[in-house]
């Protein structure tokens, strides 16, 4: 009984180091220094043109704005499933 535990730990070990080690090799710190400012100050795009307003859109905006509606939507369902209650 020792000896499967023993492997069963030895083998996950093993996997969680394959994985950490193969997401290592993938995994940079910083990107390159990239492309030089435009003349006006701003940032150009990845194709190395100038725009006038880029608009960052990040995934944890995204994210929050996704909750923020999920959230609305689960108080709405409440409200209208116990105004249906207090009718029947």
């Known amino acids: 009984m020792t000896t499967y535990i023993a492997r069963?730990?030895?083998y996950k070990a093993l996997a969680l180091a394959y994985f950490i080690l193969i997401c290592n090799?993938?995994?940079?710190?910083?990107?390159?220094?990239?492309?030089?400012?435009?003349?006006?100050?701003?940032?150009?795009?990845?194709?190395?043109?100038c725009v006038d307003n880029p608009v960052p859109i990040d995934g944890a905006s995204l994210l929050v704005a996704a909750g923020v509606a999920y959230g609305l939507k689960?108080?709405?369902?409440?409200?209208?499933?116990?105004?249906e209650a207090d009718i029947a």
């Open 25 to 49: 090799i993938f995994t940079f710190a910083q990107g390159g220094p990239g492309l030089p400012p435009c003349e006006d100050g701003s940032m150009p795009t990845p194709d190395g043109d």
């Open 74 to 83: 689960k108080v709405y369902d409440k409200r209208k499933q116990n105004k």
């Open 8 to 10: 069963k730990t030895f």
